[in-house]
């Protein structure tokens, strides 16, 4: 359970775009705090306070908390030991980005310390259909982003493209950590979402950010796991999904790996649940079109039976 305590109402409604509230009865029925706990405070009589054009977003992270800052206007600190997280926001810039508060000031933080807890963070994309979610991992630069975006143009439901968060007793059991969908800005141009983007930078790199706060419900951000897909060589010939054997699998998997997912504990045991059930790599994703095509065969009720 997360709880939420804050002086500004519109706090609340931007968390409401992210998690289900919570029953009257279940919170009086619980004995102890809830293990999550984000307190916000909203600075009052400065909606008058210019907002820049560009927002510099400045982190400080050490081993056990992490502090973040966007000049006067936001500050937060995350204690991840305590599973407390602390922030204060202009008035202006909830008026003006209600998107980045909610990135910044409830996603992130609560990302955070549930992946300290019962959820693993894994550096992966996913997408869901009507039968549940495919997870799609790579290499960096393997290309997951485009996968994920050309995905989402034909109507899959998007859980993130980066990073999402498997539950550590049930693997199959998936959330989105911070649900975005950043780009190259050729990635962007190629499929013809340079309009639809802003200009962001993500991991040193200029790219476009496509808008999903729009689309944001907690329905949008859960999913079960119906199949996992790595990606393999772009090249070659048509899209075309080829089942792994559990050691292959496994050899595969850590293609994908980057440190941040040892911060919140060894990833191996999720891997080992996911390479004997439904995995497969893709290859041919130059062929966008008949990759999606087969992405979306994996999502759909009728595919699901067939496979049992």
């Keep these: 359970m997360i709880r939420v305590v804050t002086n500004d109402p519109r706090i609340l409604l931007l968390a409401d775009r992210l998690w289900d509230r919570a029953s009257r009865v279940a919170v009086a029925a619980r004995q102890v705090p809830a293990p999550l706990a984000l307190a916000i405070e909203v600075s009052a009589g400065d909606e008058a306070l210019g907002i820049p054009a560009h927002l510099d977003e400045r982190w400080s992270v050490a081993t056990d908390d992490a502090e973040l800052s966007i000049g006067d206007h936001l500050h937060a600190r995350i204690e991840c030991a305590q599973g407390r997280f602390v922030g204060r926001v202009s008035a202006a810039l909830i008026s003006d980005h209600p998107d980045l508060v909610t990135r910044l000031l409830l996603e992130a933080p609560a990302a955070t310390l549930l992946a300290r807890r019962s959820y693993a963070v894994i550096h992966a994309g996913a997408v869901a259909g009507p039968a549940g979610a495919v997870v799609i991992r790579g290499a960096p630069g393997a290309g997951k982003s485009t ?15 980066e990073s999402m968060l498997v539950s550590r007793s049930d693997p199959d059991d998936l959330l989105s950590a911070v649900r975005d969908l950043t780009l190259l800005p050729g990635a962007a141009r190629m499929l013809g979402l340079e309009a639809a983007t802003t200009a962001t930078r993500a991991g040193g790199e200029d790219k476009r950010r496509l808008d999903l706060f729009s689309s944001s419900t907690p329905l949008a951000r859960r999913a079960r796991r119906v199949a996992t897909v790595l990606l393999g060589p772009r090249n070659g010939g048509p899209a075309r999904l ?32 996911w390479s004997r059930r439904r995995a497969y790599r893709l290859s041919g994703a130059a062929d966008l079109a008949g990759a999606i095509e087969l992405l979306a065969s994996l999502v759909t009720p009728l595919a699901a039976v067939g496979r049992g």
């Design 242 to 273: 080829e089942p792994l054997t559990p050691e292959s699998f496994l050899e595969e998997f850590r293609l994908g790996a980057i440190a941040q997912e040892r911060w919140s504990g060894t990833p191996e045991h999720i891997a080992v649940h």
């Design 147 to 161: 996968v994920v975006a050309a995905a989402h143009q034909a109507g899959l439901r998007v859980l993130g493209d």
